[in-house]
T-cell receptor, first 117, second 110 residues
Framework: GAVVSQHPSWVICKSGTSVKIECRSL??????MFWYRQFPKQSLMLMAT?????????EQGVEKDKFLINHASLTLSTLTVTSAHPEDSSFYIC?????????????FGPGTRLTVL | QKEVEQDPGPLSVPEGAIVSLNCTYS??????FMWYRQYSRKGPELLMY????GNKEDGRFTAQVDKSSKYISLFIRDSQPSDSATYLC??????????FGGGTRVLVKP
């Protein structure tokens, strides 16, 4: 149980285009989902927290107009990287919080590798 | 000072050896202490979590927390080549936000 999927697993795009990444909780409902970014050989950095039906909360330094997050249902959150540039190339990982767990455990998706040419 | 310090490694051990990993932290508000394993190009998976000082054992894994020293450890007994991965410590205060260490890359050689 508690499986989180991401689509696509990898994407290559041209500079200036927009890319949408989907995060789904397959066998549970997630009122809260999280988006992380991980650069090579570095740790995960939280970008934003997404609550179903409300606006996402972005971490300091993350441009909300560039990284659009939508959490329209209890099982789906999307991250759209708008006008992507090479410096946005990274590994994007989502997680979903299992509601009711004693310490709000997060289950992570397999990640999406974005390469912007 | 970084909120979390973790040696990046790599840590190379022979199969069957004990792997010893640790993290130090500075935020006294951290209440939950976790270890994740991340294989290359995959998302992290939770190995252990605890919320109190002391030891917690699960199979070959033992997590140790010393709140007074702000120091946590993970020990892997009878290490296997399949244990080769990056191990991330993670911390949570009140609320949902997880703070991760930089990860230690572990290589278990057959």
């Amino acid at each position: 149980g508690a499986v989180v999927s991401q689509h696509p697993s990898w994407v290559i795009c041209k500079s200036g285009t927009s890319v949408k990444i989907e995060c789904r909780s397959l066998d549970f409902q997630a009122t809260t989902m999280f988006w992380y970014r991980q650069f090579p050989k570095q740790s995960l950095m939280l970008m934003a927290t997404s609550n179903e039906g409300s606006k996402a909360t972005y971490e300091q330094g993350v441009e909300k107009d560039k990284f659009l997050i939508n959490h329209a249902s209890l099982t789906l959150s999307t991250l759209t990287v708008t006008s992507a540039h090479p410096e946005d190339s990274s590994f994007y990982i989502c997680s979903a919080r299992l509601a009711g767990a004693s310490y709000n455990e997060q289950f992570f998706g397999p990640g999406t590798r974005l390469t912007v040419l | 000072q970084k909120e979390v310090e973790q040696d990046p490694g790599p840590l190379s051990v022979p199969e069957g050896a004990i792997v010893s990993l640790n993290c130090t932290y500075s935020n006294s508000a951290f209440q939950y202490f976790m270890w994740y394993r991340q294989y290359s190009r995959k998302g992290p998976e939770l190995l252990m979590y605890t919320y109190s000082s002391g030891n917690k054992e699960d199979g070959r894994f033992t997590a140790q927390v010393d709140k007074s020293s702000k120091y946590i450890s993970l020990f892997i007994r009878d290490s296997q080549p399949s244990d080769s991965a990056t191990y991330l410590c993670a911390f949570k205060a009140a609320g949902n936000k997880l703070t991760f260490g930089g990860g230690t890359r572990v290589l278990v050689k057959p």
